[in-house]
């Protein structure tokens, strides 16, 4: 079965680093979109990284460039986001997608993984 699986989230303070991983089965990894969203308490979800199925396009919602960096090995069916710079506005719960063509509508999810930024 399809399974995407986040791992790596957890508490930070403003400043610092995390390295979130998610791990996909059960689908051809190399033919999907990857990408990270977010959910803040009260908020809508939010796109926050995208990288293209060969890696050639990638995409950052503007409050986190320079800050974050997504990458995948598609050897491990693993996408990552490096996240540093860590501000309290990043905390929210930080999930996985994988989307194919052509609507990029076929997408699955994983479970999600806290992100808390506080002192």
């Known amino acids: 079965q399809v399974q995407l699986v986040e791992s790596g989230g957890g508490l930070v303070q403003p400043g610092g680093s995390l390295r979130l991983s998610c791990t996909a089965s059960g689908f051809t990894f190399s033919l999907y979109r990857m990408s990270w969203y977010r959910q803040a308490p009260g908020k809508e979800r939010l796109l926050v990284a995208s990288i293209s199925s060969a890696g050639n396009y990638i995409n950052y919602v503007d409050s986190v460039k320079g800050r974050f960096t997504i990458s995948k090995d598609n050897t491990k069916n693993t996408v990552y986001l490096q996240m540093n710079s860590l501000k309290p506005d990043d905390t929210a719960v930080y999930y996985c997608?994988?989307?194919?063509?052509?609507?990029?509508?076929?997408?699955?999810w994983g479970q999600g993984t806290q992100v808390t930024v506080s002192s």
């Open positions: 997608n994988a989307a194919r063509r052509p609507l990029f509508n076929d997408a699955y």
